[in-house]
């Protein structure tokens, strides 16, 4: 067990539907990552967040949208879906910035099917 | 475009053999990590080398850098079944706050 709780591990919604995917990060961790993962384009990075404020952008589509409250926990906004938007999210922590105090520390997944 | 590419795509080997994967990556890095993703489930991390450090063992497991080549194996020694997953390096490349991922290696191993 990580420490980092994702909610909800699976969702079915429809196209043109949104969705919010949340994150609960490690105890005492303030940097919060989000990823998506496809058979196609691997891992890819979407957002950072530390300590309340965004750190970092990535391949983050428009549609998409994300915060990090106070207690420090994340959500992922993603609306008007599309089926391409079908994958694996992942939400990852770490105490400082990401590779320089260390490792990751990733959750479950939550994955999302868009029929 | 992903920061480090991890070769081969897959691999599969018997039980006890050495499985051995690469990964190259385009920038000055910090420093590199390799994961491991069991199936569907979230990456856990092996082992962090820095761009200062050549080798670095844990376990069963021995990772090499070579920044000149901008490249780093991993080598997983007397594989067992249970060693069955995707693994994947990640990139602290400098100037960024992020880790990058390749695509991964996929190790089947077989009993």
């Known amino acids: 067990d990580s420490g980092v709780t994702q909610t909800p591990k699976h969702l079915i919604t429809a196209t043109g539907q949104r969705v919010t995917l949340r994150c609960s990060p490690r105890?005492?961790?303030?940097?919060v990552y989000w990823y998506q993962q496809s058979l196609d384009q691997g891992l890819q990075f979407l957002i950072q967040?530390?300590?309340?404020?965004?750190?970092a952008k990535g391949n983050i589509l428009e549609r998409f949208s994300a915060q990090q409250f106070p207690d420090l926990h994340s959500e992922l906004n993603l609306s008007s879906l599309e089926l391409g938007d079908s994958a694996l999210y992942f939400c990852?922590?770490?105490?400082?910035?990401?590779?320089?105090?260390?490792?990751?520390?990733f959750g479950e997944g939550s994955r999302l099917t868009v029929l | 475009s992903q920061q480090g590419e991890e070769d081969p795509q897959a691999l599969s080997i018997q039980e006890g053999e050495n499985a051995t994967m690469n990964c190259s990556y385009k920038?000055?890095?910090?420093?590199l990590q390799w994961y491991r993703q069991n199936s569907g489930r979230g990456l856990v991390h092996l082992i962090l080398?820095?761009?200062?450090?050549r080798e670095k063992h844990s376990g069963r497991l021995r990772v090499t850098l070579d920044t000149s080549k901008k490249s780093s194996s991993l080598l997983i020694t007397a594989s067992r079944a249970a060693d069955t997953a995707s693994y994947f390096c990640?990139?602290?490349?400098?100037?960024?706050?992020?880790?990058?991922f390749g695509k991964g290696t996929m190790l089947l191993v077989s009993p």
């Open positions: 990852a922590s770490s105490f400082g910035l990401a590779g320089r105090t260390g490792e990751l520390f």
């Open positions: 105890s005492g961790d303030l940097s």
């Open positions: 967040y530390y300590n309340g404020e965004e750190r």
């Open positions: 920038t000055s890095i910090n420093n």
């Open positions: 080398i820095r761009s200062n450090e």
């Open positions: 990640a990139t602290d490349a400098k100037g960024y706050s992020t880790l990058t």
